[in-house]
């Protein structure tokens, strides 16, 4: 008979539930600030829930009604330098961190609001309104709420978005040596999300602490999680991953603070990352001020069932119970929230003079127009000062090194020199460098910040993005292939790419992520692609890309000075050549947003990149055309050098555009559209363009070979310009 042995998990799954007795031992103190906070979350939320019905919250009003009880008892043992951050559904966690800053955590019901709490409720609910006072500039809205010096990292509209985030935060407090903590907030949507349960791996495997508090309100938007998931008990998730798990009853505030002790204890000695599931209920609709029943996917009864459970009322009945307060007492916690949210509310309103009896938001309030595009990116003035060079006309002692050994000596000097350079991706710490010995050597110099990572784009680029959320770190995150930031697309585009912007433009995100151009290596269509059409149309990223081991040098100490992320594009072809470089200097930056004339010439303006300087170097001596080849080095829309591109255009009249990969995924796509409208007077000729083809590339080595463009192609779309030329003006 086939032997059976039953398997235990590694960690603890418990469930914890107040009695009698923990009421008694509560601290008034702590009990009479719950009360407050519930009430104030509370009052808040109804105010908003009123504008809405007016018509003045634009976009959504995603109400926590319900479910204040889990936010307030796992933040209010919480300190400033603990961080947060959680969904779409979090005003109530915002704002129990932020009353918790400003109180230092205590709150006295009796005079429940002084003007610091005052101006927490007006400017966030100014954020919600989208006005300029608002703690992102009215960026952020209902659902992007930040307020960093209170350790509120910034709520998110992406169903699990948020939790890798908190993860880069995570590791900054561990390595800084400090014992605080990172909480994560999502639903009982988030918990079959990738990105969540990639995070929960690293987590654990890395020891990090971090609470993944999941809210759970039985719902989505209407869908029941029992339809979802055949494990409604959703902190079993933590078992797969040996994270001890607490599951409690959100409408009990003091049990959930009890479990997040507990949890509190766990992370702070450093064992790790803990999941809290907190059963609680929204009772409205997913968004705006009717409840579920009137969508017909929840019953009245239910309702009434958890409306029994308020969470405010569980606090306000225990307290009277004990003789902490009385009804007259809690009427008058609930009175002085009302107002003071009211208060709020009218420093924002005036009467409407075209409609008579409504109310407008005051329209000095708004944000100016010209902010739209501010803080996309920095604007580049980190850079100033810097040891700028040219190192292919410098006429120093130079040194001949490969291409790859370039990538590894400049990320070594600068780790030398800035302890906060953190690297991260897969298999960076083994093979001696990684697939290709970028990262050479470094693992043994620097074994502690030199993180080989989980095969878990989403976890470890958002990871990365929260390292340069917080400030103390500089992560350099290497994709091993281009085509991986697919999987990663949310954390890379949504989060990373975003988050300066969308929170207002003031926080930096210091990130650079590596990646390497692969077409021709033969590894088919999910590794080959080149990502810089896909960048470039991006908002917020700027993008490098050498041709030489020198200018990679000095792009790359560019990039690591820079306050925005930045996309280093590396090539294969490029990584075993040959180049001098300025002997013993690893510390000069390329100047920035400045391209380089590879070749003079009078007939045609050649733009290109990467391994395609190289290939149109020698088709233009090929041709016999006289063409200037300018090997562009920053991509990006605000740091490409246009100054050079006009001279050039304004001499030559013609462009050809040259580019390895798909044609879909162009990078001259863009280029030639903006090129077309700032230069169409000077142009005898349609701008060329010279790209793969459609498909990308293919295992066939034939096949691949006609995918991608090398030297022939630029060859022919040469002959292209040749034959439409009109000569000079």
Request: proline residues 5%.
């Amino acid at each position: 008979m086939t032997n059976r042995t039953p398997l235990e998990a590694r960690a603890p799954w418990v469930e914890i539930a107040t009695t009698p007795d923990d009421w008694k031992k509560a601290d008034p103190q702590l009990l009479e600030t719950m009360l407050g906070q519930l009430h104030l979350i509370r009052a808040f939320e109804e105010v908003v829930l009123e504008l809405a019905s007016e018509g003045l919250v634009h976009g959504p009003a995603h109400s926590s009604i319900g479910q204040e009880g889990g936010a307030v008892g796992s933040i209010i043992s919480l300190n400033s330098q603990d961080a947060i951050n959680g969904s779409h559904r979090g005003h109530h966690q915002f704002l129990a961190k932020v009353i918790n800053h400003v109180s230092n955590g205590k709150l006295d019901v009796t005079a429940l609001v002084n003007p610091a709490l005052q101006e927490v409720l007006q400017r966030t609910l100014a954020e919600i309104l989208g006005l300029a006072q608002g703690y992102c500039s009215g960026r952020g809205g209902s659902m992007h709420l930040q307020y960093f010096e209170a350790g509120a990292l910034g709520t998110n509209a992406i169903v699990g978005g948020g939790v890798p985030l908190a993860a880069g935060n995570a590791w900054a407090q561990r390595k800084a040596l400090t014992n605080n903590l990172t909480v994560s907030y999502f639903g009982d949507g988030a918990v079959n999300i990738g990105s969540v349960l990639e995070t929960m791996n690293l987590a654990a495997a890395w020891k990090l602490p971090m609470a993944f508090f999941i809210e759970n309100n039985l719902y989505a938007v209407s869908t029941h999680v029992s339809e979802v998931t055949a494990e409604p008990r959703l902190s079993a998730r933590a078992l797969g991953f040996a994270i001890p798990s607490w599951k409690v009853d959100g409408m009990d505030p003091l049990a959930v603070h009890l479990a997040m002790r507990e949890a509190e204890s766990h992370m702070r000695s450093g064992k790790g990352p803990v999941v809290i599931e907190a059963d609680v209920y929204r009772f409205f609709h997913q968004n705006g001020p009717f409840p579920g029943s009137a969508f017909g996917y929840r019953s009245k009864e239910e309702e009434a069932q958890w409306r029994e459970r308020d969470p405010l009322l569980r606090v306000a009945t225990e307290m009277i119970a004990l003789g902490l307060i009385d009804q007259a007492g809690v009427d008058l916690v609930r009175t002085q929230a009302l107002d003071a949210n009211r208060l709020a509310a009218a420093a924002l309103l005036e009467p409407n003079p075209d409609a008579p009896g409504k109310r407008r938001i005051r329209p000095e309030l708004w944000p100016d127009v010209s902010f739209v595009n501010v803080g996309v990116r920095g604007d580049a003035s980190e850079l100033k000062g810097a040891r700028t060079l040219e190192p292919l006309t410098d006429g120093g002692t130079k040194t001949n090194v490969k291409f790859v050994d370039a990538v590894a000596g400049v990320i070594d000097a600068a780790m030398e020199k800035d302890e906060r350079i953190i690297v991260l991706g897969e298999d960076i710490h083994r093979l001696n460098g990684g697939t290709n010995g970028a990262t050479k050597g470094l693992s043994k110099k620097y074994p502690d910040r030199v993180l080989g990572t989980p095969i878990s784009e989403n976890a470890f680029a958002g990871l990365g993005g929260g390292l340069a959320l917080d400030g103390r770190y500089r992560p350099i995150v290497e994709f091993m292939y281009p085509d991986f930031m697919w999987v990663a697309a949310d954390q890379v585009f949504n989060q990373i790419g975003k988050a300066r912007h969308m929170f207002g433009g003031k926080n930096p995100v210091p990130l650079v992520l590596r990646t390497k151009v692969a077409i021709g290596s033969g590894y088919g269509s999910q590794h080959l692609m080149d990502p810089a059409g896909i960048f470039a149309t991006s908002p917020g990223w700027r993008i490098v890309a050498a041709s030489t081991p020198a200018e990679y040098i000095g792009l790359m100490n560019a990039a690591l000075a820079l306050q925005d992320p930045v996309l280093v594009l590396e090539h294969v072809d490029l990584y075993q050549d040959m180049g001098d470089v300025p002997e013993g200097d690893f510390g000069y930056q390329i100047p920035f947003g400045k391209a380089n004339i590879r070749r003079e010439g009078k007939e045609l303006t050649i733009l290109t990149y990467l391994s395609m300087v190289k290939h149109s170097l020698t088709a233009v001596e090929q041709s016999g055309m006289d063409a200037e080849v300018i090997d562009l080095r920053w991509l990006d829309r605000a740091s490409i050098d246009w100054q050079c591109i006009e001279a050039s255009i304004k001499k030559t009249n013609s462009v050809l555009i040259v580019e390895q990969g798909a044609s879909g995924t162009s990078y001259g796509s863009w280029l030639s559209d903006e090129i077309q409208r700032r230069y169409f007077d000077w142009l005898d000729q349609p701008i060329q363009r010279v790209s793969g083809s459609e498909a990308s590339p293919s295992i066939s080595k034939v096949l691949e070979r006609a995918a991608y463009a090398g030297v022939e192609e630029v060859v022919a779309g040469l002959a292209r310009v040749k034959a439409g030329f009109g000569g000079n003006k």
